[in-house]
């Protein structure tokens, strides 16, 4: 089965979500279920537009992400690792690992994204002692959103 592109980041008969429901821990995000998989393939493939300015939530869980930049350029946050990406860059999302992505003020950043079906609520700090763990440098404080 094919599903062909049909123009600025959308596809046929795929609808744009939200990114989650409600919430303020992210911002100018949407998704699209691009693939959804079963038997010897249990994934869903999808991808997410950044706004500029925007950002994914911060959190952990204990499924993986594999993670491919195909739109514009940002940042992303792996662990203790802030790194700048962008186009045709890879970024796996180990277990259990705090992560966040942004865009960068002036361009979107829109990934493909790589999940189990079956796969744990993501994570989010919930309390002081939470964020004390994420922030083991300063500049980890100044990126995070949350
Ligand atoms: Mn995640």
Same mark, same amino acid.
């Given at each position: 089965? *094919?599903?062909?592109?049909?123009?600025?980041?959308?596809?046929?008969?795929?609808?744009?979500? /939200?990114?989650? !429901?409600? +919430?303020?821990?992210?911002?100018?995000? %949407?998704?699209?279920?691009?693939?959804?998989?079963?038997?010897?393939?249990?994934?869903?493939?999808?991808?997410?537009?950044?706004? /500029?300015?925007?950002?994914?939530?911060? !959190?952990?869980?204990?499924?993986?992400?594999?993670?491919?930049?195909?739109?514009?350029?940002?940042?992303?946050?792996?662990?203790?690792? *802030? %790194?700048?990406?962008?186009?045709?860059?890879?970024?796996?999302? /180990?277990?259990? %690992?705090?992560?966040?992505?942004?865009?960068?003020?002036?361009?979107?950043?829109?990934?493909?994204? *790589?999940?189990?079906?079956?796969?744990?609520?993501?994570?989010?700090? +919930? %309390?002081?002692?939470?964020?004390? !763990?994420?922030?083991?440098?300063? !500049?980890?404080?100044?990126?995070?959103?949350?």
């Amino acid at each position: 089965m *094919i599903t062909k592109h049909s123009g600025d980041f959308k596809w046929d008969n795929v609808d744009v979500l /939200p990114y989650k !429901e409600d +919430g303020n821990h992210f911002k100018s995000i %949407t998704r699209q279920v691009l693939f959804c998989g079963d038997g010897d393939l249990p994934v869903e493939f999808r991808y997410f537009d950044v706004g /500029p300015g925007g950002h994914s939530t911060l !959190e952990k869980h204990v499924h993986q992400h594999a993670v491919m930049i195909i739109r514009g350029k940002g940042t992303v946050m792996v662990g203790d690792q *802030i %790194t700048e990406i962008g186009c045709q860059d890879i970024v796996h999302i /180990p277990p259990l %690992t705090w992560h966040q992505f942004k865009a960068d003020r002036d361009d979107y950043l829109g990934f493909l994204c *790589i999940v189990n079906h079956d796969r744990d609520r993501p994570q989010r700090p +919930g %309390t002081g002692s939470d964020v004390d !763990e994420i922030c083991v440098s300063e !500049e980890i404080r100044e990126f995070i959103r949350y």
